[in-house]
Every structure is written in C-alpha cells, then in structure tokens.
C-alpha cells in the first residue's frame, strides 16, 4: 500500500481480555513508532523501533503492553488483561530514518467495557 | 532523553491575523523539526519541517524559525483561514534519538 496501514481501525473488548494492534509501515521505512492518543489529548510515546537496534521502550506504562516488529516490518502491539484506562486512539507512524517525515496510520480505536 | 515543551495550548486568532506557536527543546543534539497537523478526527500529518543547519523556513503562508543556541523554534501562520483551525504538535529528534512530541496547540480561527 502507499500508506502506514493499521488494523483494526475500531475494536471493542471487554475489560480484563487481550488485545492485538497491527501495523504495516511504509515499505522501507527503518524506523516505526507507536502513540497512544487519548480524546482531546496530545500524543503519548509508546515505543520506537529502528532497524536492528533494541527498541526504545520507555514508554510504555506497564509490563501488559508489549510490541514486537518482525523482519523489519510489521509491528503489533500487544496490551495484556485490559483495563478501562486503556481505551484511546493507538497510533502507529513509520519514517525512512529518525530525520525525515514520520507518516501516521489512521489509528486503531481501542474501547474497553 | 528529549523534553519538549510547546505553547500556548490554545489559541483563538480571527481570520486573517497571525498566529504563532512556541516550543522549547532539551537536548542540544537534537537537529530535526518537524511540525504535524491534526484535524478534528484524522491522523496527523506533517506541514513543515527544518534541520538544525538553517534558521527559518517558509512554505506560502507557514514559517518555521530555529534558535539553536537558545533551544527554541517557532510555527508561524500569517492570513489565517478557518481551515488552519487544527491542533499543531512540533516535535524534535536527533541522529540517536526517537521522534519527542510537545504537548500540543488547539488553534481556532475565528470569522
């Protein structure tokens, strides 16, 4: 595709089930990012991996999420036992290097019960 | 790591006037600025970016300026239209590092 594509654009889950966010970055692209985005919020950093190197993780708000990139590719983000506090807009971006255009996927709209 | 921070977080200008946003940076290795746009419901988008070896950068009716020494850059919006009315995130990165949002800037333009 042209774009950052990402999937699901909507899911809705019930508290305390597993989640799986998918991204399909830009072909090319080194370096991808995920962001969480709460409504009327800014963009909350999550994670950052580029090429071959150990992923920033810093950001991540505990040990339930986790993500993986395969083959330089494809991310998920994984969010273990859900909590309420997790429904937000999940952002994937992908950019040919840390200093060059990150283009931002549509978003997955996570909504916990 | 990066801090960013960016002000105001709102801004209400009328049609036509200028509008301006603020940001301060932390580390002095960061060399890239680029500046996203995001509408009401989309995803956001970038609208102008420059690097740490020029000082200001113009695209029609957007500006960027760059401070290195005083660690600041600026979004510039002169004759401002309603479909400016977005909210604006600079951000910051360097060779090492990862791409640092500022908080945002609700900007309203008002008829």
């Known amino acids: 595709g042209a774009g950052v594509s990402q999937s699901p654009s909507n899911k809705v889950t019930e508290k305390g089930k597993d989640v799986e966010l998918r991204c399909d970055p830009i072909?090319?692209?080194?370096?991808l990012y995920w962001y969480r985005q709460s409504l009327g919020q800014g963009l909350e950093f999550l994670i950052y991996f580029q090429g071959n190197s150990a992923p920033d993780k810093s950001g991540l708000p505990s040990d339930r999420f986790s993500a993986e990139r395969t083959g330089g590719s494809v991310s998920t983000l994984t969010i273990q036992r859900t909590q309420q506090e997790d429904s937000a807009v999940y952002l994937c971006?992908?950019?040919?290097?840390?200093?060059?255009?990150?283009?931002f996927g549509q978003g997955t709209r996570l909504t916990v019960v | 790591g990066e801090n960013v921070e960016q002000h105001p977080s709102t801004l209400s200008v009328q049609e036509g006037d200028s509008a301006v946003i603020k940001c301060t940076y932390s580390d002095s290795a960061s060399n890239y600025f680029p500046w996203y746009k995001q509408e009401l419901g989309k995803r956001p988008q970038l609208i102008i970016d420059?690097?740490?070896?020029?000082g200001e950068k113009k695209d029609q009716r957007i500006a960027v300026t760059l401070n290195k020494t005083a660690k600041h850059f600026s979004l510039h919006i002169t004759e401002t239209q309603p479909e400016d009315s977005a909210v604006y995130f600079c951000a910051a990165t360097g060779t090492a590092s990862k791409l640092t949002f500022g908080t945002g800037t609700r900007l309203q333009v008002t008829l």
């Open positions: 971006a992908s950019s040919l290097s840390q200093r060059s255009e990150a283009f």
């Open positions: 072909s090319g692209h080194t370096a």
């Open positions: 420059i690097r740490s070896n020029v």
